[in-house]
């Protein structure tokens, strides 16, 4: 319980403290996408990427919108869990010398950040909804379809080329 910035009580506190969490969590991605960018050598994969940035910076929007709805102030709580799939990435990312290895890593990589993410949003969504706050879901509900929709997308490149590329190494 060190982590938290105050105690969580009500469905209505974890709620906020999981909006918190997942927004250092879009704040952190948006930080680490554009290496995601450069390391990338797949042109699939780097518009991908380059595209889900994009996302990302209106998600973090989004959730500035769901605070400002809920009556609380968009504020960020240390998030341990993505600060260690983004730690990870990092690691093998550095490791691998082979471009297509290296494309099918970076693939991995943002897939578990997806997971995580399609996660968060989808217990906030339901959530939200539980508490009554059917505005905050749909917004929150606009997130997720996107994270599905890039999860999705991560699955097709790597399924479709990066992983037989990779096995020719």
């Given at each position: 319980m060190g982590l938290l910035s105050k105690p969580i009580k009500?469905?209505?506190?974890?709620?906020?403290h999981t909006l918190q969490d997942i927004y250092y969590a879009e704040q952190q991605i948006t930080k680490a996408l554009p290496k995601m960018i450069s390391k990338a050598t797949d042109p699939?994969?780097?518009?991908g990427f380059e595209m889900h940035l994009e996302e990302t910076k209106n998600q973090v929007k989004r959730l500035e919108?769901?605070?400002?709805?809920?009556?609380?102030?968009?504020?960020?709580?240390?998030?341990?869990?993505?600060?260690?799939?983004?730690?990870?990435a990092n690691d093998i990312l550095g490791d691998v010398k082979d471009n297509d290895v290296i494309d099918a890593a970076a693939a991995a990589?943002?897939?578990?950040v997806e997971h995580y993410e399609i996660a968060r949003y989808g217990t906030l969504v339901a959530w939200a909804?539980?508490?009554?706050?059917?505005?905050?879901?749909?917004?929150?509900?606009q997130t997720l379809k996107e994270e599905k929709a890039a999860d999705a997308k991560l699955t097709d490149i790597?399924?479709?080329?990066l992983n037989r590329l990779a096995t020719q190494r």
């Open positions: 009500t469905l209505d506190d974890l709620f906020v699939m994969l780097k518009q919108q769901v605070f400002q709805m809920h009556g609380q102030p968009a504020k960020a709580v240390t998030c341990p869990a993505i600060d260690g799939i983004l730690e990870e990589a943002a897939q578990a909804r539980e508490l009554g706050r059917d505005d905050c879901a749909s917004v929150l509900e790597a399924e479709s080329r």
